[in-house]
C-alpha cells in the first residue's frame, strides 16, 4: 500500500537546508506535527540545547550517542527516543554518520529560529 500522493514526503526533493557544520536536513511542517530528516557526517555534532516542543526520533542508518538531561545512550539503527519539551539534550553521529527521522509537537523547523542553548 502506497500513500496519496498528496500525503507522500519525497526527502529527495531538494528542500534540504546545511544549518550546521556536517549536518543537513530536510523539514515538511504540518498543522500538529512536522517531521524532519536528518543526515549528520561522522562526528557531527548537535549541540547542546533545549526547546518546548516534544521529540520523536528515529536512527533510520548509522548511529548516534544521545545525550538527554544527566543521560547518554547510544543508539543504532531501528532505535528510537521520545524527548520531552525544554529537557536539554545533544548528539553526536557515530563513525559511519548517522540518518536520523525525527518528529517534533507542536510543529517546529528546527533552524527557522535557534533554540535555547543550554548551560547545564
Not at 544549518?19 to 547542546?48: C, H, K, N, Y
Request: charged share 20%; proline share 10%; hydrophobic share 40%.
Amino acid at each position: 500500500m502506497t500513500a496519496p500522493e498528496s500525503a507522500r514526503i519525497d526527502w529527495s526533493d531538494g528542500q534540504e537546508q546545511s544549518p550546521l557544520a556536517g549536518i543537513s536536513v530536510s523539514v515538511r511542517l504540518g498543522r500538529e506535527l512536522s517531521a524532519a530528516m536528518f543526515r549528520l557526517d561522522p562526528g557531527a555534532v548537535v549541540p547542546r540545547h533545549s526547546h518546548p516542543n516534544e521529540e520523536f526520533g528515529q536512527v533510520v542508518e548509522g548511529a548516534l550517542t544521545l545525550e538527554v538531561g544527566d543521560e547518554r545512550g547510544h543508539l543504532v539503527a531501528g532505535d528510537a527516543f521520545l524527548i520531552p519539551g525544554d529537557l536539554p539534550h545533544a548528539a553526536v553521529a557515530g563513525p559511519d554518520g548517522c540518518l536520523l527521522l525525527e518528529c517534533y509537537a507542536p510543529p517546529r523547523d528546527p533552524f527557522a529560529a535557534p533554540a535555547k542553548e543550554a548551560t547545564s
